[in-house]
Protein backbone atom coordinates (compact mmCIF):
# COMPACT_ATOMS: atom_id res chain seq x y z
CA UNK A 1 0.00 0.00 0.00
CA UNK A 2 2.44 2.34 0.91
CA UNK A 3 4.47 1.57 -1.93
CA UNK A 4 1.33 2.45 -4.29
CA UNK A 5 1.49 5.95 -2.58
CA UNK A 6 4.72 6.60 -2.88
CA UNK A 7 4.80 6.06 -6.49
CA UNK A 8 1.57 7.98 -6.76
CA UNK A 9 3.59 10.99 -5.30
CA UNK A 10 6.72 10.27 -7.18
CA UNK A 11 4.53 10.38 -10.46
CA UNK A 12 3.03 13.54 -9.04
CA UNK A 13 6.37 15.09 -8.38
CA UNK A 14 8.04 14.28 -11.73
CA UNK A 15 4.42 15.89 -13.62
CA UNK A 16 5.38 18.71 -11.25
CA UNK A 17 8.71 18.99 -12.44
CA UNK A 18 7.46 18.73 -16.48
CA UNK A 19 5.78 21.35 -15.65
CA UNK A 20 8.28 23.72 -14.41
CA UNK A 21 9.24 24.34 -17.88
CA UNK A 22 6.00 25.82 -18.86
CA UNK A 23 6.11 27.70 -15.76
CA UNK A 24 5.58 31.38 -16.21
CA UNK A 25 7.84 34.30 -15.10
CA UNK A 26 5.40 34.41 -12.08
CA UNK A 27 6.30 30.53 -10.38
CA UNK A 28 10.04 30.58 -11.56
CA UNK A 29 10.45 31.62 -7.58
CA UNK A 30 8.30 28.92 -6.46
CA UNK A 31 9.68 26.45 -8.73
CA UNK A 32 13.51 26.75 -7.69
CA UNK A 33 12.36 26.71 -3.98
CA UNK A 34 10.93 23.26 -4.69
CA UNK A 35 14.04 21.98 -6.71
CA UNK A 36 15.82 23.40 -3.61
CA UNK A 37 13.53 21.61 -1.19
CA UNK A 38 14.14 18.44 -3.71
CA UNK A 39 17.96 18.55 -3.28
CA UNK A 40 17.56 18.86 0.32
CA UNK A 41 15.89 16.28 1.01
CA UNK A 42 17.15 13.57 -1.31
CA UNK A 43 20.68 14.74 0.35
CA UNK A 44 19.07 13.97 3.76
CA UNK A 45 18.42 10.62 2.78
CA UNK A 46 22.15 9.93 0.88
CA UNK A 47 23.94 11.46 4.31
CA UNK A 48 21.36 9.16 6.63
CA UNK A 49 20.26 12.34 8.07
CA UNK A 50 16.46 11.57 7.29
CA UNK A 51 14.97 8.75 8.39
CA UNK A 52 12.89 6.31 5.35
CA UNK A 53 9.43 7.30 7.48
CA UNK A 54 10.83 10.69 7.76
CA UNK A 55 11.72 11.30 3.99
CA UNK A 56 8.30 9.89 2.84
CA UNK A 57 6.30 12.31 5.41
CA UNK A 58 8.52 15.50 3.45
CA UNK A 59 8.38 14.05 -0.23
CA UNK A 60 4.28 14.12 0.47
CA UNK A 61 4.39 17.07 1.80
CA UNK A 62 6.07 18.53 -1.52
CA UNK A 63 3.45 16.43 -3.30
CA UNK A 64 1.09 17.87 -1.88
CA UNK A 65 2.29 21.75 -2.47
CA UNK A 66 3.05 20.63 -6.32
CA UNK A 67 -0.87 19.18 -6.52
CA UNK A 68 -1.62 22.91 -5.20
CA UNK A 69 0.64 24.73 -7.78
CA UNK A 70 -0.86 23.08 -10.79
CA UNK A 71 -4.33 23.88 -8.81
CA UNK A 72 -3.80 27.01 -8.68
CA UNK A 73 -2.52 27.08 -12.39
CA UNK A 74 -4.98 25.71 -13.60
CA UNK A 75 -7.00 28.67 -14.58
CA UNK A 76 -4.33 30.06 -16.70
CA UNK A 77 -2.30 32.42 -13.93
CA UNK A 78 -1.15 32.22 -10.20
CA UNK A 79 -2.85 35.45 -8.57
CA UNK A 80 -0.67 36.94 -5.92
CA UNK A 81 -2.96 35.45 -3.14
CA UNK A 82 -2.28 32.20 -4.42
CA UNK A 83 1.34 32.43 -4.61
CA UNK A 84 1.52 33.80 -0.72
CA UNK A 85 0.11 31.07 0.22
CA UNK A 86 2.39 28.48 -1.55
CA UNK A 87 5.19 30.48 -0.28
CA UNK A 88 3.97 30.16 3.08
CA UNK A 89 3.31 26.13 2.13
CA UNK A 90 6.95 25.90 1.25
CA UNK A 91 8.14 27.82 4.31
CA UNK A 92 6.34 25.26 6.37
CA UNK A 93 8.43 22.50 4.54
CA UNK A 94 11.56 24.12 4.84
CA UNK A 95 11.31 24.05 8.46
CA UNK A 96 9.94 20.74 8.68
CA UNK A 97 12.84 19.52 6.51
CA UNK A 98 15.50 21.35 8.52
CA UNK A 99 13.66 20.00 11.54
CA UNK A 100 13.94 16.43 10.42
CA UNK A 101 17.53 16.34 9.31
CA UNK A 102 18.59 18.16 12.21
CA UNK A 103 16.87 15.95 15.06
CA UNK A 104 18.16 13.00 16.92
CA UNK A 105 17.11 10.07 14.75
CA UNK A 106 19.34 9.04 11.95
CA UNK A 107 19.05 5.98 9.32
Known amino acids: MSRI??????????????????????TRHINQRQENQQDRIRQGIK?????????????????????????????GHVTPRERAQLNRELNRASRDIYRAKHNRYDR
Open 47 to 75: SGELTRREATRLEGLEGRIQANKLIDKSD
Open 5 to 26: ISGALAGLMLLGLAATGLAGPR
